[in-house]
């Protein structure tokens, strides 16, 4: 499993802990993770208007039905709180989406696609599609490091064109995370057994600080899996976010702290989405109080799933309060590229889009 760290590490001494089978609180906190503690903010002063009842089991998952009358006081927290039933823990695998869903890609807009889709290809990314120009350069394009070949089961970064004047990344994403085992990606036996990095398919003359948009591209310790091993975004408020991608959205919480959110799905080949590449990516959430920059990059972030779009749209319908629910609830069930998509937005801002597998 993933562990929690950043710092200067041999390789040697990273890959000698992969052995560790849970990616846990202790692990960064015994590494000296760097951040200062922010407290979780409590469940009160919550502004939801209804009362609400207790979690329904909705073909899997978890509805939370919120009747008309009572209101409760709870600030102004637009999301339910945490709730749980029957002993159901965040992103146990009853709910609907837990094992048939993986994070599959996340939007960049950025001024230069070209040079973008270069760079991650020096550093061994693979193109899964793309779309040129008459020059042939790339217009747009789907770059992964995974192990698959397509978004159905390795992650990819969705690169496509910022033609106006005025880019910024903003402060939104915290970075990008690599797998250190990149650098073994044909010789995995060689990690285990403390050999030399062969680096290979990697450039000796770019490295991540030459990223051509200002986002951070960090290397991290990770199991054997997608090498895009960390999506790290930031946010006010972790409490709020956990609620939101587990009990809606039914990721499972691999790691949490007063500054930190680790969440994965970890999806069974029964439901048709392979696990032959290992661990899939994980999205981090770090706390801050700075407020939050979304900038013009980062557009949104997708999850394939197998569970029905259309299903899980009425659901969400149901968790939102009277009132907010055109403003989180983006994008009706729609049919597009040959699938059902739909989307909606997390505490933070974030757009976070459903697609169906097909």
């Avoid at 490295?207 to 591209?217: K, L, Q």
């Avoid at 109080?289 to 009425?314: F, M, Q, S, W």
């Amino acid at each position: 499993m993933e562990l929690l760290f950043r710092g200067n590490m041999s390789v040697g001494v990273v890959l000698s802990l992969l052995s560790l089978s849970l990616c846990s609180i202790s692990a960064f906190q015994w590494f000296g993770h760097r951040r200062s503690p922010a407290p979780f903010r409590q469940n009160q002063n919550r502004n939801i208007k209804g009362t609400l009842t207790r979690p329904q089991l909705n073909h899997g998952g978890l509805g939370m039905v919120i009747k008309e009358g009572n209101s409760s006081n709870i600030d102004n927290q637009k999301y339910t709180p945490h709730l749980s039933t029957n002993g159901l823990k965040d992103g146990e695998p009853t709910h609907s989406m837990s094992q048939t869903s993986r994070l599959s890609h996340a939007m960049l807009k950025v001024p230069r696609v070209d040079e973008t889709v270069r760079f991650w290809q020096a550093q061994g990314g693979t193109v899964l599609k793309s779309s040129l120009d008459d020059r042939h350069a790339y217009k747009s394009a789907f770059v992964a490091l995974g192990n698959g070949t397509s978004t159905k089961d390795t992650f990819a970064l969705e690169l496509v064109p910022y033609e106006a004047p005025g880019f910024h990344v903003g402060n939104v994403v915290s970075y990008l995370g690599v797998s250190l085992l990149l650098q073994f990606r044909d010789n995995l036996l060689g990690a285990v057994k403390g050999e030399k990095p062969s680096n290979a398919g990697m450039s000796k003359t770019l490295s991540w600080d030459d990223e051509p948009n200002g986002i951070a591209i960090q290397s991290a310790a990770s199991a054997p899996g997608d090498y895009f091993c960390r999506l790290a975004l930031k946010s006010n408020d972790l409490e709020a976010s956990r609620d939101f991608y587990t009990n809606l959205l039914g990721m499972q919480v691999k790691a949490a702290d007063e500054t930190m959110l680790c969440l994965r799905y970890e999806p069974s080949n029964a439901d048709g989405l392979s696990r032959q590449g290992g661990v899939p990516t994980t999205l981090v959430l770090e706390y801050t109080k700075e407020p939050l920059n979304h900038g013009n990059c980062l557009d949104h972030v997708a999850i394939r799933t197998r569970a029905n779009v259309e299903d899980e749209y009425r659901r969400l319908q149901q968790a939102f309060v009277k009132g907010e629910i055109d403003s989180k609830l983006y994008l009706k069930p729609t049919q597009m590229f040959g699938a059902t998509v739909m989307g909606v937005k997390d505490p933070n801002g974030y757009r976070i889009v459903l697609a169906s597998e097909v």
